[in-house]
């Protein structure tokens, strides 16, 4: 909804980070992320369905505060309508922005935090690379919960193009997503590599004539994929971006360009301020064409997991290549190897994570469920 978007322009203004609660996950995943990230404040929506609130309501740490953007908005009918001031607010690039939680190995979400100073290099540098103007439309589809959102708000406010904000449920909904970029006339938008393939095999995306750029992520995306995407859409840009949440969205980029892309499609080369290391498991860099686990290293790392000492001490470690004081790298646990031109192949995981339909699933954790729920014991 507008309010929400209105809500987290509120929260990083104020000073505040924001923590996005989904409504349609399960009230287990929000009583424990409302316990571990205890918020001051929860932002609400009359639209909430009874059973969350009340779920909310009986996980609010003391202290907290809910506010319904609709219901309380006499809270702030007298105050100045001008930004607060950034003085007083004592703002710096290294305060957090947004905590997103993933998956985590041991069943319980992991809150991934970020700060300031990794997504607005993040914005700055996709500003750069495709160029929004006052004359683009940007879909904004994807759930909040998942950092691909960051994007689709900010950048597109922050260069003055259009937001056009899908109903809930809508990027499921093949003839809703054409009927909404044809009605908008809209420019931009995202899809994980999944849900761009069934897109593409609708009846009328070749209809889809306002569209200038697809960005596509959190998935590998197969060369099938975008040489169909190249043969429905001539008209149109295919981009492939990889990141983790860990490191504010997307970290490397490959423009899928030309007549003859090959069937892995590589994650391309690093953005602004980022390092990308492929390492054997003795932490050296290995030679071009062998693989290693990738390492993000530069601004865009993340500070870390919240109240999660251990696994952010694993996870995020020292940068030994980097000459600034206390620089971090993130393991992120994938696998890739650079290719003879300099740009990064994907090969996989390391463990046992996979991903479906953007959504991080570790296996190790279903069959600890599994295990628990049949009463079995080692």
Same mark, same amino acid.
């Given at each position: 909804?507008?309010?929400?978007?209105?809500?987290?322009?509120?929260?990083?203004?104020?000073?505040?980070?924001?923590?996005?609660?989904?409504?349609?996950?399960?009230?287990?995943?929000?009583?424990?992320?409302?316990?571990?990230?205890?918020?001051?404040?929860?932002?609400?929506? =009359?639209?909430?369905?009874?059973?969350?609130?009340?779920?909310?309501?009986?996980?609010?740490?003391?202290?907290?505060?809910?506010?319904?953007?609709?219901?309380?908005?006499?809270?702030?009918?007298?105050?100045?309508?001008?930004?607060?001031?950034?003085?007083?607010?004592?703002?710096?690039?290294?305060?957090?922005?947004?905590?997103?939680?993933?998956?985590?190995?041991?069943?319980?979400?992991?809150?991934?935090?970020?700060?300031?100073?990794?997504?607005?290099? =993040?914005?700055?540098?996709?500003?750069?690379?495709?160029?929004?103007?006052?004359?683009?439309?940007?879909?904004?589809?994807?759930?909040?919960?998942?950092?691909?959102?960051?994007?689709?708000?900010?950048?597109?406010?922050?260069?003055?193009?259009?937001?056009?904000?899908?109903?809930?449920?809508?990027?499921?909904?093949?003839?809703?997503?054409?009927?909404?970029?044809?009605?908008?006339?809209?420019?931009?938008?995202?899809?994980?590599?999944?849900?761009?393939?069934?897109?593409?095999?609708?009846?009328?995306?070749?209809?889809?004539?306002?569209?200038?750029?697809?960005?596509?992520?959190?998935?590998?995306?197969?060369?099938?994929?975008?040489?169909?995407?190249?043969?429905?859409?001539?008209?149109?840009?295919?981009?492939?971006?990889?990141?983790?949440?860990?490191?504010?969205?997307?970290?490397?980029?490959?423009?899928?360009?030309?007549?003859?892309?090959?069937?892995?499609?590589?994650?391309?080369?690093?953005?602004?301020?980022?390092?990308?290391?492929?390492?054997?498991?003795?932490?050296?860099?290995?030679?071009?064409?062998?693989?290693?686990?990738?390492?993000?290293?530069?601004?865009?790392?993340?500070?870390?997991?919240?109240?999660?000492?251990?696994?952010?001490?694993?996870?995020?470690?020292?940068?030994?290549?980097?000459?600034?004081?206390?620089?971090?790298?993130?393991?992120?646990?994938?696998?890739?190897?650079?290719?003879?031109?300099?740009?990064?192949?994907?090969?996989?995981?390391?463990?046992?994570?996979?991903?479906? =339909?953007?959504?991080?699933?570790?296996?190790?954790?279903?069959?600890?469920?599994?295990?628990?729920?049949?009463?079995? =014991?080692?």
């Amino acid at each position: 909804s507008i309010e929400m978007v209105v809500g987290l322009l509120a929260i990083l203004k104020a000073g505040g980070a924001y923590v996005p609660l989904d409504p349609a996950y399960p009230t287990e995943r929000l009583a424990y992320m409302l316990e571990d990230s205890a918020p001051v404040i929860v932002l609400a929506h =009359r639209q909430l369905k009874e059973s969350v609130r009340t779920c909310i309501t009986a996980g609010l740490p003391d202290g907290s505060t809910l506010i319904d953007l609709d219901a309380d908005a006499w809270r702030w009918e007298n105050e100045p309508q001008g930004n607060p001031d950034l003085a007083g607010i004592r703002l710096t690039p290294s305060h957090l922005a947004y905590v997103i939680y993933t998956s985590g190995s041991t069943g319980n979400p992991k809150g991934a935090m970020n700060e300031h100073r990794g997504v607005v290099n =993040r914005l700055q540098w996709m500003q750069a690379a495709y160029g929004l103007t006052a004359h683009d439309a940007v879909l904004q589809k994807t759930p909040f919960s998942f950092d691909v959102s960051v994007w689709e708000f900010f950048w597109t406010l922050l260069y003055g193009a259009r937001l056009v904000m899908a109903r809930p449920e809508g990027h499921k909904d093949t003839d809703y997503l054409t009927s909404v970029i044809r009605q908008h006339h809209i420019t931009t938008l995202h899809f994980v590599p999944s849900m761009l393939q069934v897109f593409l095999a609708h009846e009328e995306v070749g209809t889809c004539l306002s569209v200038v750029r697809v960005i596509c992520s959190g998935e590998a995306l197969p060369g099938f994929l975008a040489r169909r995407f190249q043969e429905l859409l001539p008209h149109a840009e295919l981009h492939n971006l990889y990141g983790p949440t860990e490191a504010a969205v997307d970290v490397t980029y490959w423009p899928c360009t030309g007549e003859a892309l090959p069937d892995n499609i590589p994650i391309g080369r690093p953005v602004w301020n980022t390092q990308i290391y492929i390492l054997d498991p003795e932490g050296r860099p290995v030679p071009i064409g062998v693989a290693g686990e990738l390492h993000i290293g530069g601004v865009q790392v993340g500070r870390g997991y919240l109240n999660r000492p251990e696994l952010t001490a694993e996870k995020f470690v020292p940068d030994p290549f980097s000459n600034e004081p206390g620089a971090r790298m993130y393991k992120t646990g994938d696998l890739a190897r650079y290719l003879p031109d300099g740009d990064i192949e994907f090969l996989g995981r390391n463990d046992f994570q996979v991903k479906i =339909r953007g959504f991080r699933i570790e296996l190790g954790e279903i069959e600890a469920r599994l295990v628990e729920h049949a009463g079995v =014991r080692e």
